[in-house]
Every structure is written in C-alpha cells, then in structure tokens.
C-alpha cells in the first residue's frame, strides 16, 4: 500500500516541504532513495526499536521510503517520526486519511520519546502557508512553533501519543500561545542581557533612557 506523509527541510531561515511517499508490498528489505543523508538511512534502525518497544509492528515486509522532492539533499535525524508515521499508515496501523493533513518531525529514542529539531518556527510558517492542518513536533519545540496562529501546534513527547491521535484514542490539545505576553515577558525578562557583555554598558543605558523618553542619547555615546 502506498501512503505519503509529509515533513519539512529548512535551508537558512526558509522551509521547504518534503513529501514521503512510503509502499510496502510482498517481499524482505528496506530501500530508502531521494538523497537522504548518513543519518536518515540509519533512521530505520531507531524507527523500529521505537516502534517494537511501544508494542507497534515493523512491518517484514518490502519497505520503499522515497522523499521527494528527489534532487534535493535530505539531512538530519528529524525525519524519524515522519517515516514511522508512514509506515505506520502504509501498514494499516493508524487511519489513513487524517494523516496527510499534518507535519510530523522529530528524531525518535529507541524508546519513542521524541529529541528536538531545528528551524520549527520555520516548518510552522510553511505549513500554515501550505494550508496544513497542523504540525506534530517535539514538546521541546512547541512554544516556538505555535507562534504561527491559524496552524493547530502539537507537542508530543513519545510517539505513542501521535499514534493514539490518529487511531482517535487521544485528545491532546493544540499548544495556543498569547504572543503579545510572551513579547513583554521577554522584553521585561530578556535571557541574555548585553550588559554583561564587556564594552556594552553604554549601550543599555542608551536604551534606558531612549525609553524612557529621552534625548541625549547621541552624548552619551
């Protein structure tokens, strides 16, 4: 049975969908093709201690992974859930149709918890332009991605509870954050502050009384 799911390659600050297409068929062995790095041909190996581990079945069967766009290098160990997922529907363990609505990304433990990817705000703003459903992320990643609003965001931290998503056994809620309080709280509370940056101290205090509404910011310097 041919299914495809579908993940995201990020260049720079731009995000490029990936479609996976998975068929399984009569036959042994498992062909991965449409340049795929080192560590997505090794994903296999994860995927299916992942999968075993949580009572779910990797298939013996003929197994071809391809990801299309085909002439464009793949890379990185994030696109573990997305072809376990596939197999996953390809095999006739979860429901078909809901899954091509979504983007799944995440590199999978050999115990199915899911490790963080890079560039999620990135995947998230493609997706809602692409007109996903949602978007199915490490919960390390989730408070960057659901900045995006109109893209249903969700964090998961095993893959288990994917799995139940879509065989509708589970209810997880999309993560809804209020931007305009995380902008202050981090405005308010900054992470790093340059003024412990030797050389910047003049800086911040420009910055001070820039607003506080200042004007001898330019004497300062």
């Known amino acids: 049975m041919l299914v495809k799911v579908f993940g995201s390659a990020v260049f720079g600050v731009a995000a490029t969908t990936i479609t996976v297409e998975v068929n399984i068929e009569k036959g042994i062995g498992y062909h991965l093709v449409g340049l795929p790095d080192s560590t997505i041909k090794e994903s296999s190996f994860r ?117 139940d998503f879509f065989k509708g056994k589970s209810a997880i809620q999309p993560t809804i954050i209020n931007t305009r309080e995380e902008f202050y709280k981090t405005l308010d509370f900054p992470e790093f502050d340059f003024a412990e940056v030797r050389g910047q101290e003049s800086i911040k205090r420009c910055m001070e009384i820039a607003a506080a509404g200042g004007h001898n910011v330019i004497k300062i310097l």
């Open 47 to 163: 995927i299916a201690a992942a999968l075993k581990n949580n009572h779910y079945n990797f298939p013996g069967k003929k197994i071809i992974v391809n990801m299309a766009p085909a002439d464009l290098r793949k890379e990185g160990s994030a696109y573990d859930l997305t072809i376990a997922m596939g197999i996953l529907a390809a095999s006739g363990q979860i429901d078909l149709d809901e899954v091509g609505n979504y983007i799944m990304m995440g590199e999978l433990s050999l115990d199915g918890s899911l490790q963080p990817i890079r560039g999620a705000l990135s995947i998230a703003i493609k997706a809602k332009e692409e007109g996903f459903k949602g978007f199915f992320l490490p919960k390390q990643n989730v408070n960057e991605a659901a900045i995006v609003s109109g893209l249903d965001v969700y964090g998961i931290e095993n893959v288990t509870e994917i799995i």
